[in-house]
């Protein structure tokens, strides 16, 4: 992979690939088969698209598509990382993987504490376009719900 196009098209795959574990995620019944498929189809798929990646860039096999070097020592080595397309993408796919499993998480705890879907959505929504924050909110919440039921006991 060392033309832009290729970059471009994989980038595109596991952006699509992952919004499908998303919409299962919100809208799909929420049985052990399902939640399975999103987590090996889409967030282990994503995470071997990643692993191979960065294998193929550290033994050289695969071209980034720019100026090689960075570290993630300092803010200008990882700058460096990123600077090229094959780096982009893969952060972009490093970010993918870990926020669907995140979001994962939420909707089975969500589930599990007997949160409706349209209390989870917003939380969903917000992992999906903004990791931290959509896993912060959660927190909060699932921690005010806890409290409050241990002082009902």
Known sequence: ?????NWESLYLLANGW???GWLALAFAPRSP???????YAG???LCLVY???IIGFLTGGIDPGGAAGGDFTSLAGVMKLFDTPGGA?????????FDLFVGMWIARDADQKGFGRIVQLPFLFLTLMAGPVGLLGWLVVRERRARALAKAR
């Open 43 to 45: 967030v282990a798929l």
């Open 33 to 39: 088969r399902i939640l399975s498929a999103i987590l």
């Open 51 to 53: 692993a191979v990646t």
């Open 89 to 97: 993408t893969l952060g972009w796919t490093h970010y993918l993987a």
């Open 18 to 20: 992952a919004l499908i």
């Open 1 to 5: 992979m060392d033309d832009d196009m």
